[in-house]
């Protein structure tokens, strides 16, 4: 038997999944990207049951080919992923995407002031240029506060378990390699499971 082969395809965002993000992660406000400018990737994923799975994310038009890349390269080293739903299956709340352990993108929403500098301004997956993956064992943490809650499991970065995000690792090493920066190494917090275009 063949071993399992890497799907990715992206097309445009056609009028009934327009309607499944309108009001949750796309809003009618100047500053949202339009439909034209995005793109719904279906991607094939290892899950953390061994077998192939099938995923959706939203993510620029700009940056398909990158993001194609990274996860091609994530799915040849067989890297477990949770899940890959589009955040309006969890009403395009960040905090329920995270406690089910959802890699997702695009949500056109503000960097939350207990979480960024404490000055409301829009996250990079407001413009779909930021991914997360894996939240559960790739938490957000600063100080004492993790995001999800669950996460708090996976604080001992040394401890590498299956799903959790290193360098030197397959994840790092995917996204690094088409330009993408990483939230696990930034000085004021980390963020294990966030990939940008920008840095941001």
């Avoid at 439909?35 to 991607?43: A, I, M, P």
């Avoid at 406690?99 to 997956?125: D, K």
């Avoid at 991914?131 to 993790?146: G, H, K, L, T, Y």
Wanted: charged share 20%.
């Amino acid at each position: 038997m063949s071993a399992p082969q890497f799907g990715g395809t992206a097309e445009a965002i056609g009028a009934d999944v327009q309607r499944e993000m309108t009001g949750l992660s796309w809003r009618d406000e100047p500053e949202c990207p339009p439909f034209d400018d995005l793109r719904l990737l279906r991607l094939s994923y290892w899950g953390f049951d061994d077998r192939v799975h099938d995923g959706e994310l939203v993510v620029a038009a700009s940056v398909v080919d990158d993001v194609l890349t990274a996860f091609e390269s994530i799915f040849a080293a067989r890297f477990p992923l949770g899940a890959m739903k589009r955040i309006d299956a969890f009403g395009a709340d960040d905090h329920a995407s995270m406690a089910a352990n959802n890699c997702s993108a695009f949500n056109y929403r503000l960097i939350e002031t207990s979480v960024g500098s404490g000055t409301p301004r829009l996250s990079q997956h407001s413009f779909g240029m930021a991914i997360d993956i894996n939240p559960v064992q790739n938490p957000w943490v600063r100080d004492d506060a993790v995001l999800p809650p669950a996460g708090t499991e996976y604080l001992d970065r040394d401890d590498i378990r299956p799903g959790m995000i290193v360098r030197p690792g397959p994840v790092v090493a995917a996204f690094e390699s088409v330009g993408w920066q990483w939230g696990g190494e930034w000085k004021a917090y980390q963020d294990y499971h966030h990939f940008s275009a920008s840095g941001g």
